[in-house]
């Protein structure tokens, strides 16, 4: 079965930054479109970037334009959200996300879901 397991949070202070990576199995993971979401608590899960098959396209929505960045390895079948000046409000469980073939900003197209990993910025 398809399983996406996501590591890499936990806490840092504000400025810092954080690598996070979530591991496909289950799935021709280089066939998919990855995605990484994030929830606040009380928020909706909102976009946070996107990276095609290929990891030439990539999509970030606007709060982590100029800070986030996205990347994939498709022999190691694993997906990294590179995340640097972190500020109080990136505080959020982050989901990575997969989709067959293309790309896509909106939660509701993607097949598959991690568990999420809590990422906590202090002030």
């Known amino acids: 079965h398809v399983q996406l397991t996501e590591s890499g949070g936990g806490l840092v202070q504000t400025g810092g930054s954080l690598r996070l990576s979530c591991m496909a199995s289950?799935?021709?993971?280089?066939?998919?479109?990855m995605a990484w979401f994030r929830q606040a608590p009380g928020n909706e899960r909102e976009f946070v970037a996107a990276?095609?098959?290929?990891?030439?396209?990539?999509y970030f929505g606007d709060s982590a334009k100029g800070r986030f960045t996205i990347s994939r390895d498709n022999t190691d079948n694993v997906v990294n959200l590179h995340m640097f000046s972190l500020q109080p409000e990136d505080t959020a469980d982050y989901y990575c996300?997969?989709?067959?073939?293309?790309?896509?900003?909106?939660?509701?197209?993607?097949?598959?879901w991690g568990q999420g990993t809590r990422v906590t910025v202090s002030s």
């Open positions: 996300a997969a989709r067959h073939f293309t790309s896509s900003i909106a939660r509701r197209d993607y097949e598959y």
């Open positions: 289950g799935l021709p993971f280089a066939t998919y479109a």
């Open positions: 990276i095609g098959t290929s990891g030439s396209q990539k």
